[in-house]
């Protein structure tokens, strides 16, 4: 079956700008989930979904830094007045639910931001 | 102290020998605990994943897990030139996981 799918791809932006990513979790995944990946940084959690409710947004770096779920399926991150330390690649992972310490997250290609 | 900790290598091992990749983790209430794969600009794939004390074998992987000591790690048998990646180690902490920064392995023919 399908995949987390994510979009774009890539994308290159100007310092100041707004940009969206946009996550597709794997069809019946009720949780989804937000990391980042830069380099000396490692992959960092940001924010995670339990249906459409975001029971955990610690990892948010600012308040720039903003997600929502609708439907219970496609999230977006969206990130406000980009800084070039923003830049980074951003992955979306899901999984089935949050009832079992056994769940497995599953992982999109993820989106690779550049601030410019 | 990073929540979990790994060896960032390289990691260098011969075509057919046994690399074994570690791990430690700080919160001693943690239940769960995962390896992903990932190859350079690819995302990471989960290989497998262990939560009780003692071993547990797939295929050529075996994870080991010891809470006592609060270790983790992943043995590679008849290492492969396809299995030169990064090995990421994940602990889940409530709903997320938490990574160390992943341990490079370079597996040479």
């Known amino acids: 079956g399908a995949g987390v799918s994510q979009s774009p791809s890539n994308k290159v932006t100007e310092k100041g700008k707004d940009v969206e990513l946009r996550c597709d979790p794997i069809?019946?995944?009720?949780?989804l989930y937000w990391y980042r990946q830069s380099l000396g940084q490692g992959l960092e959690f940001l924010i995670y979904?339990?249906?459409?409710?975001?029971?955990?947004k610690s990892g948010l770096p600012s308040d720039r830094f903003s997600a929502e779920r609708t439907g219970g399926s496609v999230s977006t991150l969206t990130i406000q007045r980009t800084q070039q330390e923003d830049s980074a690649v951003y992955l979306c992972?899901?999984?089935?639910?949050?009832?079992?310490?056994?769940?497995?997250?599953?992982f999109g290609p993820g989106t690779r931001l550049l601030v410019l | 102290q990073k929540e979990v900790e790994q060896n960032s290598g390289p990691l260098s091992v011969p075509e057919g020998a046994i690399a074994s990749l570690n791990c430690t983790y700080s919160?001693?209430?943690?239940?769960?605990f995962f390896w992903y794969r990932q190859y350079s600009g690819k995302s990471p794939e989960l290989i497998m994943f262990?939560?009780?004390?003692g071993d547990k074998e797939d295929g050529r992987f075996t994870a080991q897990l010891n809470k006592a000591s609060q270790y983790v790690s992943l043995l590679i048998r008849d290492s492969q030139p396809s299995d030169s990646a990064t090995y990421l180690c994940?602990?889940?902490?409530?709903?997320?996981?938490?990574f160390g920064q992943g341990t490079e392995l370079s597996v040479k023919p």
């Open positions: 992972a899901s999984s089935l639910g949050l009832q079992s310490y056994q769940e497995t997250q599953y």
């Open positions: 069809s019946g995944h009720t949780a």
């Open positions: 979904f339990q249906g459409n409710s975001a029971p955990d």
């Open positions: 919160d001693r209430g943690s239940q769960s």
């Open positions: 262990i939560y009780s004390n």
């Open positions: 994940a602990v889940r902490r409530g709903g997320k996981l938490i």
